[in-house]
């Protein structure tokens, strides 16, 4: 799997975006980019994952640089439930490969403030 | 729709002794993997079950050892305990064919 470059820490405004950057500058052609966040002492929440389009769902956007080299998660209106460690992870296919696992760097700190 | 549970929530015990942690997985869900994560670390990924085999393994030694059972759900074995397996024990749920990996709340595992 490709290695992940992420910020140790970030802070955000309550009610602003929050934009959480990655960088994966050696990402291979079938390998996905894929967020996680940790509340603290609760599990692992996925978030969001894509290709190379960006994504949206209900919890946040993704960004991926033309090249895919980065990414950018965006929370769109970050609540103080949203202080949690972010994992920006990259990983190949699950179908029809043998790359299965979730390889978890530190992640970025993100503490929402009122 | 009940997701990943996982038991016992807490654990405390001393070295050399042995411990199993058991995962149901998400309704649905046919693939159990297992994550260490120890204390301001990243969950470190110990092995994936499906259909009843190990699929995949992480770098951990022969003491972490597992099984899936017909209905999915699993366990982790860890045998001759080590205060370093002190740790929290992570189980994820998914569906073959599928991206996304769901996980349980952990047991937190304490070796003395």
């Known amino acids: 799997d490709a290695k992940t470059t992420q910020p140790p820490s970030m802070d955000c405004a309550e009610g602003r975006a929050a934009n959480l950057p990655c960088n994966h500058s050696t990402i291979s052609g079938n390998e996905y980019v894929y967020w996680y966040r940790q509340i603290h002492s609760q599990g692992p929440q996925y978030i969001i994952h894509g290709l190379k389009n960006n994504e949206t769902n209900e919890m946040a956007s993704l960004i991926i640089t033309e090249d895919r080299k980065s990414s950018t998660l965006i929370l769109p209106h970050a609540t103080l439930r949203d202080t949690a460690v972010y994992y920006c992870i990259v990983r190949g296919s699950n179908s029809g490969g043998s790359n299965y696992k979730l390889t978890f760097g530190k992640g970025t700190l993100l503490t929402v403030n009122p | 729709d009940a997701g990943v549970t996982q038991s016992p929530t807490h654990l405390i015990k001393t070295r050399g002794q042995q411990v199993t942690l058991r995962c149901s997985p998400k309704?649905?869900?046919?693939?159990v993997s297992w994550y260490q994560q120890a204390l301001g670390q990243g969950p470190q990924f110990i092995f994936q079950y499906y259909e009843e085999e190990e699929r995949q393994r992480g770098n951990f030694p022969d003491r972490f050892s597992g099984h899936q059972f017909p209905n999915y759900s699993s366990e982790l074995n860890v045998n001759a305990l080590l205060l370093g397996d002190s740790a929290l024990y992570l189980c994820?749920?998914?569906?073959?064919?599928?991206?996304?990996?769901?996980f349980g709340p952990g047991t937190r595992l304490t070796v003395l």
């Open positions: 309704s649905g869900h046919d693939t």
């Open positions: 994820a749920s998914s569906l073959v064919g599928r991206n996304e990996q769901f």
